[in-house]
């Protein structure tokens, strides 16, 4: 195959859902200076949609397809799979990928295949002259022009190597995290990496320390080869062989580790699969001695392997071999908000401010009180309605008076507006929050409104200090009814026995009932004109709450004023109601109604008006 695997313009196919290896891959192809985006596409088997990821300083969408079949062939330019698959299915998901035509190069990153498998893939990649890198691998990096999914690190890493753009060296090494070092050691010794590639730990792995080597003796950018070894199996005895048929005729610095494996009992593995020696010609000490008789350049240890990379080097440039790759700066990589959220380097306004609840602490909480003390504590859905809509712990009292509202606002027949509107909508076939929606858009100044209105009209009356009888003369002079006043149906002589009780609950509990005794005083006035024309059950409801309010003592009056004015009753009024509206919805689809029709009788049309 070509020896080059990789171009500024290499798209891959990323097999498994890994959102920060991609995310690592994108912002590499950012340092690099790359306009199309290294990830063309991502394979999450049994989903499809889209991701949103970062490139450079904007966002752009990658497909998501279910397989590989789908994405190869959406995205036929695309000759890298780097496979994330785990290594249950690596082998399949690889041999599919390697079987593609599209696809010329595969990178298996899973530990664990069994060896056979790796094998068979080796053997399969060969056969189709592709290329696999792996399995156990982190991948590779051409400088400047692509990233493997977690090679080398992170941004900052990249940028201190110098991997952003290209230099002279070609390295492989069988360790991962080994490689991330040395491309470290390669930058501060040399003008940089040309190429690098981690073939994995694994005694059969997809492609050989020599397959690269052969590679890079063949790509006339790379000036110096280096590489990295380890202890087990002959592989390095390979590279002897070629290195003395003139095969590798660049400068090649390597260093096999495991040199302290003398100090342990025979048989001790370092790490990888394959790093085991099980006999002499596998130890570390005996490679390096047959690498350094064949020609290749080996330190004395690894801690002079940064001064025979930078000796050699420094020979090329002499000879004008090498003309050192000139030092371009990267771009700085924009934070990810969250992320320098989390680390302390910036500070965010809010956007709302929430002071009733908290649900990010160990246990939710209403105003500081842990659920569970909550429910424990017996305080009701009207204690919570205190906590949630006042602020305020309220007393037993104001409890169960804002429970008693909700029973009594529960309902009131499907004749009225909103339980009409709701009953239409779920004989339409609605779903039950439609169907309430409908009903409660009606709740307003006609209806449901009047408790409100009450609240508001009858407090200023006596916060300002009119008798009643003044409090009518003004209400009538604006033209205005007095809310909360006047029945259909019920009278001094048939009363609402949801007011009767209603009063008698305040004038039992409650310490002082100043706006309920006002307004008792104003019936007296408005029942002399029209018995029905009563205090009804909304204006009771609204009037009483005030006094809920101002006995409880936890309230100042601008408070209750802000309370009041805020549309607390008719929320009240609304949570009662949905109650019924609820009701009457199950109601309708239990029997299963058909679609209402209004009845040409109940129409008057006039057409000519």
Known sequence: MKPELFTKDTTAIV?????????????????????????????????EGVHKVFFGKGEILLPVYRDLKSAAARHPKSDVVVNFASYRSAFDSSMEALNHPNIRTVCVIAEGVPERRARILAATAAKLDKMVIGPATVGGIKAGCFKIANTAGTYENIVESKLHRPGSVGFVSKSGGLSNECYNIIARNTDGLYEGIAIGGDAYPGSTLLDHILRYEAIPAVKLIVALGEIGGTEELRIVEAL????????????????????????????????????????????????????????????????????????????????????????????????ALKEGKIRKATTFINTISNEKKEELEYLNIPISRVLGSGMGIGGVIGLLWFKRQLPDYGSKFLETALMLT???????????????AARAGKDIISALASGLLTIGPRF?????????????????????????????????????????????????????????????????????????????????????????????????????????????????????????????????????????IFDQKRLKQPLYRTPYDEIAYMTDL
């Open 410 to 424: 529960a309902d009131h027949g499907p004749a009225v507006s909103g339980a009409h509107n709701a009953i239409v």
């Open 244 to 339: 003395k048929a003139k095969k590798i005729t660049k400068p090649l610095v390597i260093w096999v580790t495991g040199t302290c494996s003398k100090m342990f009992p025979a048989g001790v593995q370092f790490g990888h699969a394959g790093a085991k020696a099980g006999s002499d010609l596998e130890t570390a000490d005996a490679k390096n001695a047959a690498l350094k008789a064949a020609g290749a350049i080996v330190p004395a240890s690894f801690d002079d392997y940064g001064v025979k990379i930078n000796e050699t080097y420094e020979k090329l440039v002499k000879k004008g071999v090498i003309k050192p790759a000139a030092d371009v700066p990267a771009p700085a990589l924009p934070l990810d908000f969250a992320q």
């Open 448 to 584: 449901g409104g009047a408790i409100d209105g009450a609240a508001q009209q009858f407090k200023r009356a006596f916060d300002a200090g009119l008798t009643p009888e003044q409090f009518i003369r003004d209400m009538k002079g604006k033209g205005a009814n007095i809310p909360g006043i006047g029945h259909k149906v019920k009278s001094l002589t048939n009363p609402d026995m949801r007011v009767t009780q209603l009063k008698a609950f305040c004038k039992k509990h409650f310490k002082k009932t100043d706006l309920l005794d006002y307004a008792l005083a104003v019936e007296q006035l408005t029942t002399k004109k029209k018995g029905n024309l009563i205090l009804n059950v909304d204006g009771c409801i609204g009037i009483a709450f005030v006094d809920m309010l101002s006995s409880s003592g936890q309230f100042s009056k601008d408070e209750i004023d802000n309370i009041v004015n805020m549309g607390c009753l008719n929320a009240l009024f609304v949570v009662g109601r949905s109650i019924g509206i609820f009701g009457h």
């Open 15 to 47: 097999y498994g859902y890994h959102v920060n290896a991609i995310q690592r891959m994108l912002d590499f192809d950012y340092a690099a200076g790359r306009k199309v985006p290294s990830v063309a596409a991502i394979v999450n088997p049994g989903s």
